[in-house]
């Protein structure tokens, strides 16, 4: 009896069928129920709020769009483009200097603990459903966004939307800590969501028109912010 790989399977489907499997895996891939822990982190958030930086629905919303236009836009979001591409001509080299760039922005311990814990839970994940490379193709130490953009890939998400899937997880798992650790309700997180919508989409536009030279975060608030969570006296997050 013949047999068929899940490669071949996908090939064979009708583009319809094609794009359903992509905008599920995505969907798998953004949902705050991916078992990684990336509700345990908060990016400086939560010393935002101890701080009094953020106290409401209207600063939360100004930071939010900080982060996004001086932080994703710069960083991450270009970043995975780019390792996408590497991943496409299986240039390992590519990989390897991205990710390592990523692990060099990182500017606090927390910070960076946070790239390599989720990193490592994603591939161990990963490679309990038989979806890691053969060979090296990706670092020992890959770090989350690495894993991610890889996760992508192989999942036919096409570029454009996965940088849109990996701002809108960022987005819901701020607005979810921010419910947790302030006076913040629900139909304020919703109302946030419809005021930052547009600037992601914004957001993906800058970062896939950006030059290599143009990349680096420039987000000192934030920084500060992790930095003084390290020996915050009460805290619920791990960042």
């Known amino acids: 009896m013949a047999t068929t790989t899940p490669m071949t399977t996908f090939m064979t489907m009708s583009t319809d069928a094609q794009n359903d499997l992509a905008l599920l895996g995505l969907m798998q891939l953004v949902s705050p129920a991916l078992p990684i822990g990336a509700f345990a982190f908060s990016q400086g958030l939560e010393s935002a709020f101890e701080l009094g930086w953020v106290r409401d629905e209207e600063s939360l919303t100004e930071w939010l769009s900080g982060v996004l236009e001086d932080g994703l836009t710069r960083c991450e979001l270009p970043v995975i483009a780019r390792l996408y591409r590497a991943f496409e001509h299986g240039d390992r080299t590519a990989v390897a200097e991205w990710d390592t760039w ?69 987005l819901e798992n701020q607005l979810a800590v ?32 950006l030059e290599d030279a143009a990349l680096g975060p420039v987000l000192p608030g934030l920084a500060l912010a992790s930095a003084l969570h390290e020996t915050q006296y009460s805290r619920l997050f791990r960042s």
């Open 178 to 209: 921010a419910c947790k650790a302030l006076p913040l309700g629900h139909t304020s997180a919703q109302r946030i969501i419809e005021r930052l919508r547009p600037a992601l989409s914004c957001a993906v536009d800058e970062a896939l028109a």
């Open 102 to 170: 990523l692990a060099a922005n990182r500017e606090t311990a927390e910070l960076a603990a946070e790239d390599s814990r989720l990193g490592a839970s994603l591939k161990r994940l990963l490679g309990s459903l038989e979806l890691l490379p053969e060979g090296e193709l990706l670092p020992a130490s890959a770090g989350y966004v690495t894993l991610f953009s890889y996760t992508a890939f192989t999942r036919s998400v096409s570029p454009r939307q996965a940088l849109l899937g990996f701002g809108w997880a960022w």
